[in-house]
């Protein structure tokens, strides 16, 4: 299933943005805790930001290992790799925080509630049945288990594009309205690299005759 092309470009330019992404993560790891000398609130953007994320992040690592052993395109798995690990990273630096605050890790709180009105307008539609803007369904994701090879790739590609589009507006979000620098860090850290990621999802669906959106 290995294609000649662009892509391996691309993805080295993906994997670089992860890497870069990771080192800010493990920078801001070796400030906790918080900046502040009052940690931020159980209904503060910080805090719903590091909730909503965590588990946004969580399904991304998923439907990267799932691609990973449905196909053997070198260039996906190595995508999926980069994913995996960043990812997997924000998400323990996102729990770590809440605990060094001393908060729950998960609210009573409808997700995204911490957002503020004037930015939520790119966040408000979701896939019926998914916990927020973004994530796929269960549907969806049992799908991508049943499929292989380019079916799977675009199914995967098609999958985590909509993931990140909403995971950049949430993290732009962050990056706007939290008060904790780790926070608004590790947010804009986030935009650049999804918003990098997305560019490099487009041109692998357009080598394989697709679209973001199928």
């Known amino acids: 299933m290995t294609r000649p092309g662009p892509r391996g470009r691309l993805i080295a330019a993906g994997g670089a943005v992860a890497l870069v992404v990771l ?3 493990l920078l801001a790891a070796a400030r906790l805790p918080g900046s502040g000398d009052r940690p931020p609130g159980q209904d ?3 805090a719903g930001f590091a909730r909503d994320m965590a588990v946004h992040h969580q399904q991304a690592v998923e439907l990267s290992f799932i691609v990973r052993d449905r196909t053997d395109d070198p260039e996906v798995r190595r995508l999926a790799y980069d994913i995996i690990n960043t ?3 924000q998400r323990g630096m996102l729990l770590a925080l809440l605990e060094s605050w001393d908060l729950p890790v998960v609210s009573a709180d409808p997700p995204m509630a911490w ?3 004037t930015m939520d307008g790119g966040m408000s539609g979701r896939d019926g049945g998914a916990l927020m803007p973004g994530m796929a369904t269960e549907e969806k994701i049992d799908a991508l288990r049943r499929a292989e090879g380019t079916d799977a790739e675009i199914r995967y590609l098609q999958l985590l594009t909509e993931h990140h589009r909403a995971g950049v507006h949430m993290a732009q ?3 706007d309205q939290a008060q904790e620098e780790q926070i608004t860090g ?3 850290g986030m935009v650049r690299g999804q918003e990098s990621e997305i ?3 487009a041109a692998m669906l357009t080598d394989r005759g697709a ?3 199928g």
Do not use: R
């Open 115 to 117: 957002m503020d009105h």
């Open 186 to 188: 590790l947010a804009e």
């Open 44 to 46: 503060s953007a910080d």
């Open 23 to 25: 080192a800010a993560v």
């Open 173 to 175: 979000a962050a990056a």
């Open 211 to 213: 679209a973001p959106s």
């Open 87 to 89: 990812q997997a990273n």
């Open 199 to 201: 560019t490099l999802m």
